[in-house]
Protein backbone atom coordinates (compact mmCIF):
# COMPACT_ATOMS: atom_id res chain seq x y z
CA UNK A 1 0.00 0.00 0.00
CA UNK A 2 2.71 2.44 0.60
CA UNK A 3 4.35 1.86 -2.47
CA UNK A 4 1.01 3.03 -4.33
CA UNK A 5 0.07 5.87 -1.58
CA UNK A 6 3.30 7.26 -3.19
CA UNK A 7 2.97 7.00 -6.40
CA UNK A 8 -0.20 8.61 -6.26
CA UNK A 9 0.18 11.30 -4.25
CA UNK A 10 2.93 12.72 -7.29
CA UNK A 11 0.50 13.27 -10.06
CA UNK A 12 -1.32 15.49 -7.29
CA UNK A 13 1.90 17.31 -6.67
CA UNK A 14 2.81 18.34 -10.09
CA UNK A 15 -1.20 19.31 -10.98
CA UNK A 16 -0.74 21.20 -7.57
CA UNK A 17 2.32 23.02 -8.91
CA UNK A 18 1.44 23.25 -12.73
CA UNK A 19 -2.20 25.02 -11.51
CA UNK A 20 0.12 27.59 -8.89
CA UNK A 21 2.63 28.58 -12.04
CA UNK A 22 -0.47 28.95 -14.49
CA UNK A 23 -2.24 31.01 -11.56
CA UNK A 24 0.84 33.18 -11.03
CA UNK A 25 1.37 33.70 -15.11
CA UNK A 26 -1.85 34.86 -15.39
CA UNK A 27 -1.47 37.35 -12.42
CA UNK A 28 1.27 38.75 -14.24
CA UNK A 29 -0.03 39.27 -16.65
CA UNK A 30 -3.06 41.03 -15.59
CA UNK A 31 -1.14 42.80 -13.53
CA UNK A 32 0.83 44.01 -16.62
CA UNK A 33 -2.51 45.13 -18.53
CA UNK A 34 -3.48 47.17 -15.88
CA UNK A 35 -2.73 51.15 -15.86
CA UNK A 36 -0.78 52.84 -13.82
CA UNK A 37 -2.52 54.63 -10.87
CA UNK A 38 -5.92 51.92 -11.47
CA UNK A 39 -7.03 49.21 -9.20
CA UNK A 40 -8.50 47.42 -12.09
CA UNK A 41 -11.99 46.78 -10.37
CA UNK A 42 -14.46 49.45 -11.57
CA UNK A 43 -17.80 50.83 -10.07
CA UNK A 44 -20.06 53.21 -10.77
CA UNK A 45 -17.83 55.83 -8.11
CA UNK A 46 -14.80 54.50 -9.79
CA UNK A 47 -13.85 53.67 -13.64
CA UNK A 48 -10.71 52.89 -14.31
CA UNK A 49 -8.84 55.97 -15.71
CA UNK A 50 -8.14 56.20 -19.75
CA UNK A 51 -5.42 58.67 -21.15
CA UNK A 52 -6.95 61.55 -23.01
CA UNK A 53 -5.55 63.01 -25.97
CA UNK A 54 -6.03 66.80 -24.77
CA UNK A 55 -4.23 65.89 -21.39
CA UNK A 56 -1.01 64.82 -23.22
CA UNK A 57 1.48 67.11 -23.67
CA UNK A 58 2.00 68.44 -26.96
CA UNK A 59 4.69 68.84 -29.46
CA UNK A 60 7.71 71.33 -29.08
CA UNK A 61 7.89 73.47 -32.36
CA UNK A 62 10.49 75.75 -32.80
CA UNK A 63 9.64 79.28 -33.84
CA UNK A 64 13.00 80.40 -34.15
CA UNK A 65 11.65 83.46 -31.99
CA UNK A 66 14.38 84.94 -29.93
CA UNK A 67 13.98 84.11 -26.13
CA UNK A 68 13.31 87.15 -24.05
CA UNK A 69 13.37 89.40 -26.56
CA UNK A 70 10.80 91.73 -24.75
CA UNK A 71 12.74 91.85 -21.81
CA UNK A 72 16.08 92.79 -23.70
CA UNK A 73 14.19 95.21 -25.74
CA UNK A 74 12.98 97.34 -22.03
CA UNK A 75 16.21 97.21 -20.87
CA UNK A 76 18.73 97.72 -23.52
CA UNK A 77 16.41 98.86 -26.44
CA UNK A 78 17.58 96.34 -29.19
CA UNK A 79 15.07 94.34 -30.76
CA UNK A 80 16.07 90.93 -31.22
CA UNK A 81 13.45 89.00 -33.65
CA UNK A 82 14.85 85.78 -34.40
CA UNK A 83 17.83 83.27 -34.64
CA UNK A 84 18.35 79.50 -34.83
CA UNK A 85 20.72 80.15 -31.06
CA UNK A 86 24.17 79.91 -32.67
CA UNK A 87 24.15 83.85 -32.75
CA UNK A 88 23.36 85.00 -28.95
CA UNK A 89 23.91 88.32 -27.70
CA UNK A 90 26.45 88.62 -24.75
CA UNK A 91 28.03 91.13 -22.44
CA UNK A 92 31.06 92.39 -24.14
CA UNK A 93 34.43 90.70 -22.91
CA UNK A 94 37.75 91.45 -25.25
CA UNK A 95 39.33 88.13 -26.55
CA UNK A 96 36.65 85.93 -26.35
CA UNK A 97 36.20 85.98 -30.05
CA UNK A 98 32.97 87.96 -30.20
CA UNK A 99 31.04 89.72 -33.09
CA UNK A 100 31.10 93.54 -32.08
CA UNK A 101 29.13 95.57 -33.53
CA UNK A 102 29.26 99.66 -33.08
CA UNK A 103 26.32 101.93 -33.22
CA UNK A 104 25.50 105.62 -32.77
CA UNK A 105 22.75 104.79 -30.68
CA UNK A 106 24.16 102.90 -28.32
CA UNK A 107 27.72 101.48 -26.55
CA UNK A 108 29.02 98.14 -28.28
CA UNK A 109 26.69 95.27 -28.45
CA UNK A 110 28.42 92.20 -28.50
CA UNK A 111 27.21 88.57 -29.72
CA UNK A 112 28.26 85.30 -29.07
CA UNK A 113 28.76 82.64 -32.11
CA UNK A 114 28.50 79.27 -32.06
CA UNK A 115 28.44 76.05 -33.82
CA UNK A 116 29.27 75.92 -38.01
CA UNK A 117 26.65 78.10 -39.20
CA UNK A 118 24.06 80.54 -37.56
CA UNK A 119 21.76 83.73 -38.63
CA UNK A 120 19.78 86.17 -36.13
CA UNK A 121 17.60 88.94 -37.58
CA UNK A 122 17.70 92.16 -35.29
CA UNK A 123 17.42 95.80 -35.54
CA UNK A 124 20.02 98.01 -34.48
CA UNK A 125 19.75 101.55 -35.93
CA UNK A 126 23.00 103.68 -37.00
CA UNK A 127 25.38 101.09 -36.98
CA UNK A 128 28.69 101.93 -38.55
CA UNK A 129 31.61 99.27 -37.77
CA UNK A 130 31.33 95.86 -37.22
CA UNK A 131 34.68 93.81 -35.73
CA UNK A 132 34.47 90.27 -37.19
CA UNK A 133 35.70 86.84 -35.32
CA UNK A 134 36.99 83.53 -36.38
CA UNK A 135 33.56 83.07 -38.71
CA UNK A 136 32.91 84.18 -42.13
CA UNK A 137 30.26 86.72 -41.49
CA UNK A 138 27.86 88.57 -43.43
CA UNK A 139 25.27 91.28 -42.86
CA UNK A 140 22.01 92.72 -44.49
CA UNK A 141 21.49 96.55 -43.73
CA UNK A 142 18.59 98.69 -44.89
CA UNK A 143 18.27 102.46 -45.03
CA UNK A 144 15.11 103.61 -46.76
CA UNK A 145 13.72 101.32 -48.85
CA UNK A 146 17.38 100.38 -50.11
CA UNK A 147 18.96 96.94 -48.79
CA UNK A 148 23.35 96.23 -48.67
CA UNK A 149 24.93 93.18 -47.78
CA UNK A 150 28.28 93.72 -46.20
CA UNK A 151 30.93 90.73 -46.07
CA UNK A 152 32.46 91.23 -42.38
CA UNK A 153 36.92 90.56 -42.16
CA UNK A 154 37.50 88.20 -39.94
CA UNK A 155 38.78 89.17 -36.55
CA UNK A 156 39.31 92.61 -38.04
CA UNK A 157 36.92 96.06 -37.94
CA UNK A 158 34.86 96.44 -41.31
CA UNK A 159 33.49 99.51 -42.80
CA UNK A 160 29.46 99.16 -42.80
CA UNK A 161 26.36 101.45 -42.95
CA UNK A 162 27.25 105.18 -42.79
CA UNK A 163 31.08 105.05 -42.50
CA UNK A 164 31.12 102.57 -45.89
CA UNK A 165 28.07 104.63 -47.82
CA UNK A 166 29.15 107.01 -50.18
CA UNK A 167 26.12 109.72 -49.09
CA UNK A 168 26.37 109.45 -45.20
CA UNK A 169 23.25 107.89 -45.14
CA UNK A 170 22.25 105.89 -41.77
CA UNK A 171 21.63 102.04 -42.05
CA UNK A 172 19.99 100.09 -39.95
CA UNK A 173 21.65 96.26 -39.41
CA UNK A 174 18.50 93.51 -39.87
CA UNK A 175 20.61 90.16 -39.88
CA UNK A 176 23.65 88.72 -39.52
CA UNK A 177 24.68 85.81 -41.12
CA UNK A 178 27.84 83.22 -40.16
CA UNK A 179 29.49 79.98 -41.01
CA UNK A 180 32.85 78.42 -39.97
Known sequence: MKARGAI???PRNKRFVGTVLAAAVAGALTWLAVPAGSSGAQSADNRATAPVAGEA???AVEDFNYPQADKILAEKN???KRGDGHITLAD???GTGQLEVWARSKDKICFQVTGN???LTLEIPSVYG???NDYATQVDMTTGTEEKSFDIDKNT???VGESADEQGREFMLVEIRTTK
Open 57 to 59: PGY
Open 92 to 94: CVS
Open 117 to 119: SGW
Open 130 to 132: IKG
Open 78 to 80: IVL
Open 8 to 10: VAR
Open 157 to 159: WTA
